[in-house]
């Protein structure tokens, strides 16, 4: 990799080169959602497979997310101190070539081997792939070009449903390959990309970078507790806890729409194809991302208070509207049982179209995960503003690993808690009590958002002041 960046090209760092660059960012960050999400959607072939429970794969989902979790924060903090690029290859590596080998699993406990040293390699992209992607972006589009990044998340998610419920309906293996394959794809073309310097975008740095001059800002571990002491980022921090409480219970949404199907009467593999595909419908809600992106960048220039607010108003919103979606049946639902994947697509839209307990499921649906989809973007761009670049990927790391307690936690426990009710409350309806009650966390997440508005202007103003002296000092030669 040295050698590489020693014989570098005349285009490289060229507009054309950014823009491939983000675009190998984008597929990378969908990757490796895509890994994650694969499992829950593969439940039912997973279980038969290797003879095991659907609390044990919940067991593994959890853990593999805090994992990924726990390992952002190293990472992190390695990218902040050091080259972010190396990081991010080998990370990709590591998640790819775990996941191929989980498609070799004849047990559960080698499938969460290989998954947990997957989740070691997936923390590098999320907080590492965070702090390079932050010093694309400016300020002023900080929330929209977000809302690309976390959507592009949201798109490797439905991926890795679609792939698990429609290829892996009869076999968990084939998603797996194909997945990890695409990682390595991507991971070598990662090398061909351009890093961009800390704070590239940084309108206080746009001086110093045009004379020449370079942003020689690294984190040390003496910065660490300041960090935790920033107001606004404790608040950003603990609003991810009960988040992702709600978040976390949202992964099994594919199994809890499976379900609804077999309660029609249809088979295990219909199910399993016909919840993947309302699942994966049901995700489109996330395309409002960059709408509440858009509109965050605009109330944050009338009120630095902006973006925490629209996230709270988000947050809030959505909890009526997943109670209904939870809730509603797929009476009447009319598929062919044993069909295709396409002839079973068509029914499915058909069935929102004409049955209104389908369509009743399909707004709902779209309904909540539009309102929350405010909160992503303005979350990511919000740790931008109120840190300094070589503390973003720390930070994030540090916000990442709180969620992904919380998120590990949320998934891990609503499965059990539909298990433990299920003789008494039988499939879909156990999975619906289990994610009903875990969307209350949401309601002190607003709270949190409340008092993030509340401290983000004053963390603002001193990052900007921080930046703008340091760039007169090295722009002056001091």
Not at 341 to 369: G, K, Q
Not at 406 to 412: D, H, L, M, V, Y
């Amino acid at each position: 990799m040295a050698s590489m960046q020693r014989a570098r090209p005349p285009w490289w760092g060229s507009p054309l080169h950014i823009t491939y660059t983000i675009i190998v960012f984008v597929v990378l960050a969908s990757l490796d959602n895509a890994a994650i999400f694969m499992i829950p959607s593969m439940v039912l072939p997973i279980s038969d497979a290797l003879d095991t429970s659907s609390g044990a794969i919940g067991f593994l989902t959890g853990a593999t997310i805090l994992i990924t979790a726990i390992t952002a924060v190293g990472w992190g903090y390695a990218g902040d101190a050091t080259n972010r690029k190396p990081l991010l290859f080998w990370g990709t590596i590591i998640w790819s070539a775990a996941t191929l080998l989980s498609a070799t699993a004849t047990t559960f406990w080698m499938l969460l081997l290989w998954q947990v040293i997957a989740a070691v390699g997936l923390g590098a992209i999320a907080s590492v792939g965070f702090s390079v992607i932050s010093d694309f972006v400016g300020p002023k589009r900080r929330g929209l070009a977000m809302s690309f990044w976390g959507l592009s998340q949201g798109i490797g998610s439905l991926v890795g449903g679609l792939l698990a419920s429609q290829l892996g309906a009869e076999s968990f293996r084939i998603p797996l390959v194909v997945v990890s394959i695409a990682g390595l794809v991507f991971a070598l073309l990662y090398l061909t990309t351009y890093e961009a310097p800390r704070g590239f975008r940084e309108p206080e740095l746009a001086e110093l970078y045009a004379s020449g001059g370079d942003y020689e800002y690294r984190i040390d571990r003496a910065q660490i507790p300041a960090l935790l002491h920033r107001k606004t980022n404790l608040w950003l921090i603990l609003q991810g806890l009960t988040a992702q409480f709600a978040y976390g219970s949202l992964l099994w949404i594919p199994l809890l729409y499976q379900e609804k199907v077999i309660a029609e009467g249809y088979g295990e593999a219909t199910g399993t194809k016909v919840g993947g595909l309302f699942a994966a419908m049901f995700t489109i809600g996330a395309l409002f991302s960059i709408l509440f992106g858009h509109l965050g960048d605009r109330l944050q220039r009338r009120t630095p208070r902006g973006r925490a607010l629209l996230s709270a108003v988000g947050i809030l919103g959505a909890v009526p509207m997943f109670l209904v979606f939870f809730w509603v049946p797929l009476r009447g639902l009319d598929v062919t049982e044993g069909a295709g994947t396409l002839t079973l697509l068509s029914e499915v839209l058909l069935s929102i179209a004409t049955n209104p307990w389908a369509a009743l499921a399909f707004l709902s649906a779209i309904a909540a995960i539009a309102l929350t989809s405010a909160d992503s973007p303005n979350w990511f761009a919000l740790i931008s503003d109120v840190n300094l670049p070589e503390h973003r990927g720390t930070v994030f790391g540090l916000g990442n690993f709180v969620n992904g307690v919380g998120r590990s936690a949320g998934a891990a426990l609503t499965a059990s808690a539909a298990s433990a009710i299920e003789r008494a409350v039988p499939p879909p309806f156990n999975w619906a009590v289990g994610l009903s009650v875990f969307q209350l966390f949401f309601l002190p997440t607003g709270w949190c958002y409340w008092k993030a508005s509340k401290t983000a202007p004053g963390d603002i103003a001193e990052v900007a002041a921080t930046l703008t002296a340091r760039s007169e000092r090295s722009v002056d030669g001091t």
